[in-house]
């Protein structure tokens, strides 16, 4: 089978959109230099011009309303974050004017646009370079907020939204996938609707919703509890955090009774919150036991290695969930896959950056 | 050469030995989180700091390792923090970006470009009220400068008098992007809009002109509460983040390294090499210290959430 990795469906995503659609304009800090915003950027403004490609200057306030601007006026601009991080200095020019803007006009006007941005996690990236916040911008209506997790999410995603979207797309990458090969299908190129809800495994016994690199997590955990003890989880990629899938959701726990969640943010106001909201407004009967939040420690991210590995949910932590839902809840003991697999099978990334 | 002078070329290779130390350390992953290396820019910021009194402060950026010793930060606590250890200033929380060591006034160093200039702005505001005769040094890369927010600090702290030294270490790079990519202005004609007197330090190897430059602007931010701008010419020779040497990638110049190289005075001056053993002594003692310390336990994860 040939496979393909998040980076390199990325890349052939941006090209796409300079080639296909020539009202693209991709901008941001480290666009043009020779790391290529991790490979996904090079050569593109060699290929395509400087009009089209270029650096920004440290100012992402402003080059965000510039996008706004820009797409106003027929371009559709790519601007990419190099962390999701600095999106917080975005955050006015999102907020309040590119979320507003068809609203508020009375649909008058379409911004299509995507802005890209990389959650960073590992070596230490600390408070401030690491956060995921995916919940902040989904609070926000009138964007679309995605978090892919494979490459052929990835691809599908950022090709429909530039040859097929009118609205605002943010868009978090998470830095751990870059590196994974994903199986790649023959119809790896089609595109599909992007804004919801990907069901990418089938299973009975319980069901585990997951966001970017908690998908990958999830599979891991599936297949070594299939494999220890025949459970089968069903696995849905919320994929579009802004606009899931309900009714895939709700009715997979129809069918399974058991929900996990695993997010890559925090629990309280984030996506455990909120799919926890999606079943308690609308079906809570389908629960046979309460709901399991797996997410980051409730504080900023600790930069000591040490600190850093108890404050994300890994692997271990899902087979312990799901063991603790699909047995005894206080005490299933079962036998947890060892350090060394977690650690084998979690990418283990080496910096600098 | 005066004393001091001795005194300040020894504090600048102590720093270097100290980054040389932690490029020797990388390959063995015991720093695990990025580090922004000051080798090449040492020396100003020890003139600099010379300037300033214990209690004056200092805010900077993740590029802190100079900033922090020259400060008078303590190195078993800089390197136990770079180990993620539980005796590190910071309990491991802050690693190589976020380096700080109040006691001697350095309150912090933010990944976040820029965010230190309002940081400092306050904190010169409140040394306004209290009288105290402190002043703040705001230290931070001339890329930071792009940001809206070091326009609207220039202006408040004019508007409102503040004894407050912005120093911007223009290396010409930020990460990998040149200056002539990304600035169309020039920062003297900025500081003077404000009307905000301004200082360029061409020489940043040369003691006796970083004073003399730098020495009228601290006064007179002390004493008669007026902020400025010093703007220094200089160079990293390490790569933006990491440990290594980038000067065959395209966006550097590879024979600009050897002009600087050869005016280094922490390389040319070989006086210097007396000091070396016994600053590689408090080094190895610092590293001892940090290999030695626990790390942080699980309790320490949800310590300090509000
Ligand atoms: C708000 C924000 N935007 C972008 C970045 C990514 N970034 C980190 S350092 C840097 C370059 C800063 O250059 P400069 O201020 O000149 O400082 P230097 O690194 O040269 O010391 C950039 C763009 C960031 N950390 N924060």
């Given at each position: ?21 020539e ?58 974050h ?9 955050m ?23 802005i ?41 995603t ?38 919801t ?55 997979s ?101 | ?22 490029i ?54 800089m ?27 350095l ?87 404000y ?24 006064e007179?931010?002390?004493?008669a509460s ?19 040497c ?54 320490e ?6």
């Amino acid at each position: 089978m040939k496979t393909d990795t998040y980076r390199g469906a990325i890349t052939r995503a941006m090209r796409h959109a300079m080639e296909k659609n020539e009202r693209t304009i991709l901008f941001g800090q480290g666009v043009t230099d020779h790391v290529g915003i991790l490979g996904t950027t090079l050569n593109l403004e060699k290929e395509f011009g400087s009009d089209r490609v270029f650096e920004t200057p440290l100012a992402e306030d402003s080059m965000t309303g510039f996008a706004l601007g820009a797409s106003l006026s027929g371009l559709y601009p790519i601007h990419v974050h190099i962390r999701a991080d600095f999106m917080l200095l975005a955050m006015n020019q999102l907020v309040n004017s590119i979320a507003k803007y068809r609203y508020m006009y009375g649909g008058l006007f379409a911004t299509p646009m995507l802005i890209r941005s990389i959650v960073g996690r590992s070596w230490g990236q600390g408070a401030q370079h690491s956060q995921s916040l995916q919940a902040l911008f989904a609070h926000i209506p009138g964007i679309y907020v995605v978090m892919p997790s494979s490459a052929r999410t990835a691809y599908a995603t950022y090709i429909y939204a530039n040859s097929a979207c009118a609205s605002p797309v943010v868009s978090l990458e998470h830095r751990l996938l870059y590196d994974y090969s994903f199986d790649r299908k023959d119809d790896e190129d089609v595109i599909f609707y992007p804004f919801t809800s990907f069901r990418v495994r089938q299973g009975g016994d319980v069901t585990i919703v997951a966001t970017s690199i908690m998908v990958e997590e999830a599979i891991r955990a599936a297949n070594y509890v299939k494999e220890m003890t025949g459970l089968d989880a069903e696995i849905i990629d919320l994929h579009c955090i802004s606009h899931p899938d309900e009714n895939l959701i709700i009715e997979s726990v129809r069918k399974t009774g058991r929900l996990i969640v695993a997010d890559t943010g925090w629990e309280s106001f984030g996506v455990c919150a909120e799919i926890a909201r999606i079943i308690a407004t609308r079906e809570p009967n389908v629960l046979r036991a309460p709901i399991k939040c797996l997410s980051l420690a409730k504080a900023p991210c600790p930069t000591a290695h040490r600190l850093e590995h108890w404050y994300y949910p890994d692997m271990a932590n899902l087979v312990d969930s799901i063991y603790s839902l699909c047995f005894d809840r206080f005490d299933h003991g079962k036998q947890l896959p060892s350090e060394e697999y977690v650690k084998e099978v979690h990418k283990t990334f080496k910096g600098p950056f | 050469m005066t004393v001091s002078h001795k005194n300040m070329l020894r504090d600048a290779l102590r720093i270097r030995m100290v980054e040389e130390k932690i490029i020797e350390l990388y390959p063995s992953d015991v720093i695990q989180s990025p580090v922004h290396l000051s080798i090449g820019q040492e020396l100003h910021t020890v003139a600099l700091m010379s300037l300033l009194q214990t209690t004056d402060r200092v805010f900077t950026t993740y590029r802190s390792h100079a900033a922090y010793l020259a400060k008078g930060g303590d190195l078993n606590l800089m390197f136990a923090e770079l180990y993620g250890k539980q005796t590190g200033i910071a309990k491991g929380k802050a690693g190589s970006m976020h380096l700080c060591h109040p006691s001697t006034g350095l309150m912090g160093s933010s990944a976040i470009v820029g965010a230190v200039f309002s940081h400092a702005t306050g904190a010169a505001y409140a040394d306004k009220l209290k009288k105290n005769g402190d002043i703040v040094l705001c230290l931070t890369g001339e890329g930071a400068t792009e940001e809206g927010t070091f326009h609207e600090c220039l202006n408040f702290s004019a508007l409102k008098q503040l004894p407050l030294v912005y120093v911007i270490e223009n290396n010409g790079l930020a990460i990998n992007i040149p200056l002539e990519c990304r600035q169309s202005y020039r920062l003297e004609a900025l500081a003077r809009a404000y009307q905000i007197p301004y200082a360029h330090i061409e020489d940043s190897f040369n003691i006796d002109t970083i004073i003399a430059a730098a020495r009228p602007l601290i006064e007179q931010a002390r004493s008669a509460s007026k902020p400025a701008v010093i703007e220094i010419a200089t160079y990293r020779y390490k790569e933006h983040v990491g440990v290594s040497c980038d000067h065959n990638r395209k966006h550097r110049d590879a024979s600009a390294i050897t002009m600087w190289e050869k005016r280094d005075p922490l390389i040319v001056d070989r006086d210097l090499d007396a000091y070396r053993d016994e600053i590689t002594a408090e080094i190895l003692e610092a590293v001892c210290f940090a290999e030695k310390s626990e790390f942080p336990d699980h309790d320490e994860l949800l310590k300090d959430v509000y």
